[in-house]
């Protein structure tokens, strides 16, 4: 792949999670949708089912201008040189809805189970598409997942949070949720905005924020994060926090990191995210 563009690292970097490889393509929904990503000539080639145009463009944010954004945030020496480690990590822009559904299930728990979760939700609750004689199945409407009950996605393996798939799907569904209007507003207010939805906290409405909200600044803070902040920039928090953070915590710590790291916080976070879990030998 181009080594200013690598779109199977980007899909393999704990952003998305409904991507299978079958033979030499990659399958991946995306809302109604399901891309296929080919390698031609050493160059990634895509098509979508039904057909989407320009899908890589709008997915993989190829309208962003990387060169500068990557000049913004390798202001920081440690970024620096993850930048130049791995050229071709891209930032993946979702679907909003969609988004919402994956970080909900992807609380407390690991890429394997959130995958078998959204996998769970797409075949009982979306529509089957055939590509290259295989069954896939797109991504569920809130409508739909509105209308299941608790059980019923208990038994997809959401656990205790199917009652949190559900309050978000009600409130996309009612209208009260208006991404449009989200896109629009400040990342102070869209936070706020999701931060009223039952099972949305803080990390979740930073991923939702940055991946299918256009909030480049946001800086989803998790374990792996906690972990280099910790350990690359404890002056960005006076007080000595483990890899566990408070609430509190979080809100100090996302002002600082945004603060410092600016306009772009978003892609410094990707870089040291998919740098940690790489250097600690974790399985995408």
């Known amino acids: 792949m181009s080594q200013g563009f690598d779109p199977v690292l980007s899909i393999n970097s704990g952003q998305v999670f409904l991507w299978e490889k079958h033979g030499n393509s990659w399958y991946g929904i995306y809302g109604d949708h399901v891309i296929r990503l080919d390698e031609v000539d050493g160059r990634p080639e895509f098509s979508s089912f039904p057909e989407l145009k320009s899908c890589e463009q709008k997915m993989f944010r190829l309208d962003d201008d990387i060169n500068k954004i990557r000049e913004d945030v390798s202001r920081d020496p440690f970024v620096r040189k993850l930048v ?6 891209r930032l993946i822009r979702q679907e909003p809805h969609q988004c919402m559904f994956s970080f909900v299930c992807a609380s407390n728990t690991n890429i394997p189970m959130i995958r078998r979760m959204l996998y769970n939700l797409t075949r009982k609750f979306g529509a089957p598409v055939k590509v290259d004689g295989k069954e896939f199945f797109t991504f569920p409407s809130a409508a739909d997942i509105n209308r299941a009950t608790i059980d019923e996605l208990r038994a997809c393996g959401l656990g205790y949070r199917a009652k949190a798939v559900k309050a978000v799907a009600e409130s996309i569904a009612s209208g009260r949720l208006d991404f449009q209007a989200l896109k629009n507003a400040s990342y102070e207010e869209a936070k706020q905005e999701l931060l009223q939805i039952y099972g949305i906290g803080n990390k979740i409405a930073d991923c939702v924020l940055l991946f299918s909200l256009e909030k480049l600044d946001a800086f989803p803070i998790d374990v792996w994060i906690a972990r280099a902040l910790a350990s690359h920039y404890k002056w960005l928090h006076k ?9 509190h915590q979080y809100e100090t710590l996302s002002g600082s990191t945004r603060e410092y790291f600016g306009r772009y916080a978003g892609y410094a976070q990707q870089y040291i995210y998919y740098h940690m879990r790489q250097n600690a030998g974790k399985k995408w």
């Open 239 to 247: 007080k000595q926090f483990s890899d566990k953070i408070t609430a």
């Open 84 to 89: 130049k480690a791995y050229p071709g990590l």
